[in-house]
T-cell receptor, first 115, second 115 residues
Framework: KAGVTQTPRYLIKTRGQQVTLSCSPI?????VSWYQQTPGQGLQFLFE???????NKGNFPGRFSGRQFSNSRSEMNVSTLELGDSALYLC??????????????FGQGTRLTVV | AQSVAQPEDQVNVAEGNPLTVKCTYSVSGNPYLFWYVQYPNRGLQFLLK??????LVKGSYGFEAEFNKSQTSFHLKKPSALVSDSALYFC?????????????FGQGTTLQVKP
């Protein structure tokens, strides 16, 4: 079974631009979460989607948004990029069909550099 | 509010020696606890979880973790360390209601295993 796939792996953008990152979850997983990882702040939760609905949201400005499609694939968008948005963005999927399947499986991440 | 603390930024151990990476948590209600490992420029790999049951949880690659409710700890252990275990380790707790995939992570502990 294929793992969580994130594209692109690396991205360089200029301040003020916007960016869209993509995540394809493990087949059958309908829960998709996004995290931002930086050296200073560590791993921070951005948002979670389940069945095309945002179920949870972290403490990030409105420039950060996301969505989920009917096939469970998810995208996150960052508008008006700032230098501080440079980070590794991680996507994770979870299988909620079995109650005890609480662990999340992560993709390789997208390394975003804002210059 | 849920939180996780990893008191050591780095743990150094000689190959073949036992290792312990410490984690303490603060949650309301029953904790769902996880350990993940991250290799350079990679996503997070799931190692093990505690949901309920035995306090000693066995996971991938020979790792285990001991849940201690009275000390609110969930330390990661391995009887005999390998050089290839050198990586960044994260402890996490499931945040919010049971109907969420949100994870709250500790700051991470770098494990260095020397030959």
């Amino acid at each position: 079974k294929a793992g969580v796939t994130q594209t692109p792996r690396y991205l360089i953008k200029t301040r003020g631009q916007q960016v869209t990152l993509s995540c394809s979850p493990i087949s059958g997983h309908r829960s998709v979460s996004w995290y931002q990882q930086t050296p200073g702040q560590g791993l921070q939760f951005l948002f979670e989607y389940f069945s095309e609905t945002q179920r949870n949201k972290g403490n990030f400005p409105g420039r950060f948004s996301g969505r989920q499609f009917s096939n469970s694939r998810s995208e996150m968008n960052v508008s008006t990029l700032e230098l501080g948005d440079s980070a590794l963005y991680l996507c994770a999927s979870r299988d909620e069909r079995v109650l005890m399947n609480t662990e999340a499986f992560f993709g390789q991440g997208t390394r975003l550099t804002v210059v | 509010a849920q939180s996780v603390a990893q008191p050591e930024d780095q743990v150094n151990v000689a190959e073949g020696n036992p290792l312990t990476v410490k984690c303490t948590y603060s949650v309301s209600g029953n904790p769902y606890l996880f350990w993940y490992v991250q290799y350079p420029n990679r996503g997070l790999q799931f190692l093990l979880k505690y949901i309920t049951g035995d306090n000693l949880v066995k996971g991938s690659y020979g790792f285990e973790a001991e849940f201690n409710k009275s000390q609110t700890s969930f330390h990661l252990k391995k009887p005999s360390a390998l050089v290839s275990d050198s990586a960044l380790y994260f402890c996490a707790v499931k945040g919010g209601s049971s109907n969420t995939g949100k994870l709250i992570f500790g700051q991470g502990t770098t494990l260095q295993v020397k030959p």
